[in-house]
């Protein structure tokens, strides 16, 4: 039976499903890329409202628009299942557990929808041309940032020193801008120059083809590059033709692309720069720590995982003493994989993003249907998805929301197509309209309920951290100061009220606290009561976190408890001992007692061994070298 799907009318809900996916994508991606979390409580609420509105298109839709669920989603849902199970049973963490399992939620969420619903030609080319807006919408950005305002970001950030030189576009790291951006440059490529494409066509794809490939080069992404190099030495192979014929073309291929890199390098000072320094360094210097620490996480639990989100508390660990960053991820998607999930969360998703590629590429149709369907043009897709695949060697793609999205989209209009359906018949009798219904509810109730408070939390509790870091870097007047903290306190009490279960939230309140006695010395202790229950609730939740052992230890300074404190600090550095800031808590702890002048001085000094440029340990140390030398 014919697959007619793609011929048809597209419905309302068609549309409605299209139209929440572009916009949601388009918002997502305009805000750093969803990385902050006041962003992601917009994008989760319009990714229950599409679940919903796809509930509700299943139910209500004609008999003649219903087709069968696609076996691709399917395979993807184990995952997420064994993603719940690991969340509740496995990871230290629950609140970055949970954080890191609605990023991969959403990001199938969004493959289902679309390899399911979105079957008409005009949807799907309205839902491809949203895609190729945004990356254009970006590449614009990237441009006024790099010639008009390096320094500029969205959301009226500021970039990061180590970026400046280097287009980001709409994100804050340039590599998630390449990485969008290789998701497109390939199919756009070939849509130039599809046989019986109009002049209309040639000329838009083309253009666009040109822009997203000069933002490419403007974010100056070795990753990026190499991987597009890698892809387009390598499309020849799996041309048609004979071996003699695709052999030349691979050839020719390579020298194209070494000829471009060549004058890449010798034209763009900045490209230049660039490659000399990863020469000079003999390759990556920090990545390699960062792979090694997920490594051995994984191989501390090979099975499970160390827990959904439990990279970065579980790295410190690991921390050699010349890394003192903070690197949140892995910068390896498939090790930070390893490392959270272990090999059978490994299997469960990248196993089954292999069985989708591999049956999408043996069950290829017999005839194009529309211009998505050819041939060349599905290549270019996977192309485009494969160089993506392969940049997750070096980065955190999938932690980024929007690019998660704009991945789900392109696989699944690739997967779509190459892989069909069955026959193409209608799916039958429908589930009762009753059951869609209540499913739609419940999406919604737990949207409101659950996940929107989580984000909201989050939102608050990063706030008011990021508020308190820079108390810390800049010198503020005692009122404004005061007024910071006041409503730093407020987000955090509103935050732990919205999410009692994020440890986070109560550390960081435990820490505000301490910081308030400042204003109000005369009731210290009081404060360090109230400090003490914050942090009690946090390790209440998590025991494994530094952290928190920290802001206990502070609070029962503020006591006057030295020895239960100096325990608090002591397991602390247990859970992290090659941290220059823990090393600074308990030489700071360690002062407020005289006699232990030799050992806080001796705290001092490894903690700037560690980082020789912590400001508040020169001072200690200072402090504590002049004490030593009085009679």
């Not at 799907?124 to 790099?146: D, P």
């Not at 499913?439 to 408070?453: G, H, Q, R, S």
Request: contains cysteine.
């Amino acid at each position: 039976m014919t697959d007619t799907s793609s011929t048809r009318r597209a419905s309302f809900w068609e549309w409605t499903q299209v139209v929440l996916i572009v916009a949601n994508l388009a918002w997502t991606t305009a805000c750093l890329g969803g990385y902050r979390p006041e962003t992601m409580v917009v994008t989760s609420a319009l990714n229950a409202v599409l679940l919903a509105t796809h509930f509700l298109s299943r139910a209500f839709s004609r008999v003649e628009n219903r087709t069968r669920a696609h076996p691709a989603g399917w395979w993807l849902l184990p995952f997420l299942v064994y993603g719940v199970v690991n969340v509740l049973r496995v990871t230290p963490v629950g609140w970055l557990g949970w954080k890191d399992w609605l990023g991969w939620a959403q990001m199938i969420l969004v493959f289902w929808v679309v390899v399911n619903a979105v079957r008409g030609t005009a949807a799907r080319t309205f839902l491809f041309a949203g895609l190729v807006l945004v990356a254009l919408g970006s590449a614009a950005m990237a441009g006024y940032q790099r010639f008009v305002k390096p320094d500029w970001l969205m959301m009226g950030r500021i970039q990061a020193d180590q970026f400046l030189g280097r287009a980001s576009g709409s994100f804050g790291i340039p590599n998630s801008l390449a990485a969008l951006l290789l998701l497109l440059i390939p199919v756009l490529a070939v849509l130039t120059f599809r046989k019986g494409a109009g002049a209309v066509q040639r000329v838009a794809c083309g253009y666009a083809a040109l822009a997203l490939f000069g933002a490419l080069v403007l974010t100056i992404s070795r990753g990026a590059w190499l991987a597009l190099a890698l892809v387009l030495a390598g499309w020849p192979i799996f041309a048609r033709g004979s071996w003699r014929r695709r052999v030349g073309l691979t050839v020719l291929a390579v020298v194209g692309v070494v000829a471009g890199f060549l004058a890449l390098y010798f034209t763009l000072p900045g490209v230049r720069l660039r490659f000399v320094q990863m020469k000079h360094d003999a390759g990556e210097v920090t990545r390699p720590i960062m792979w090694r620490g997920a490594w051995r996480i994984f191989r501390e639990h090979p099975a499970w995982g160390g827990g959904a989100g439990s990279y970065n508390v579980l790295f410190e660990k690991h921390r050699p003493e010349r890394y003192q960053d903070e690197p949140t991820w892995a910068h390896n998607d498939y090790l930070n994989t390893l490392s959270d999930y272990g090999a059978v969360g490994f299997v469960l998703f990248f196993g089954a993003a292999g069985v989708l590629s591999w049956r999408a590429v043996g069950k290829q149709t017999a005839a194009p249907r529309d211009w998505l369907d050819e041939p060349r043009v599905q290549g270019a897709l996977a192309a485009g998805a494969v160089a993506f695949a392969l940049q997750l060697f070096v980065d955190f793609h999938f932690k980024i929301p929007a690019l998660g999205m704009a991945f789900a989209i392109v696989t699944a209009l690739m997967v779509q197509r190459a892989w069909p359906v069955s026959g193409g018949a209608p799916a039958g009798p429908r589930w009762p309209l009753a059951l869609q219904c209540a499913a739609a509810a419940v999406v919604l109730v737990a949207a409101a309920a659950w996940v929107i408070p989580f984000y909201r939390a989050e939102a608050l509790r990063y706030a008011a951290r990021q508020s308190i870091s820079r108390m810390a870097r800049a010198d503020l007047e005692p009122g404004e100061e005061r007024r910071e903290l006041e409503r730093a306190l407020s987000d955090l009490g509103r935050a732990t009220e919205l999410n009692p279960r994020n440890g986070q939230a109560w550390a960081d309140l435990a820490y505000a606290t301490a910081l308030w006695s400042r204003m109000d010395r005369a009731r210290i202790k009081e404060h360090g009561r109230d400090a003490e229950a914050a942090a009690a609730r946090a390790l209440a939740l998590s025991q494994v976190v530094p952290d928190f052992w920290v802001r206990r230890g502070v609070a029962l300074d503020m006591q006057g408890r030295r020895a239960e404190a100096g325990d608090a600090f002591v397991h602390a550095l247990s859970l992290a001992p090659a941290s220059a800031g823990f090393w600074y808590y308990q030489a700071y702890h360690l002062s407020l007692n005289k006699t232990d002048g030799a050992l806080a001085l001796a705290a001092a000094n490894f903690c700037l061994r560690l980082d020789p440029g912590n400001v508040e340990a020169q001072s200690l140390r200072q402090r504590l070298a002049s004490a030593q030398r009085l009679p």
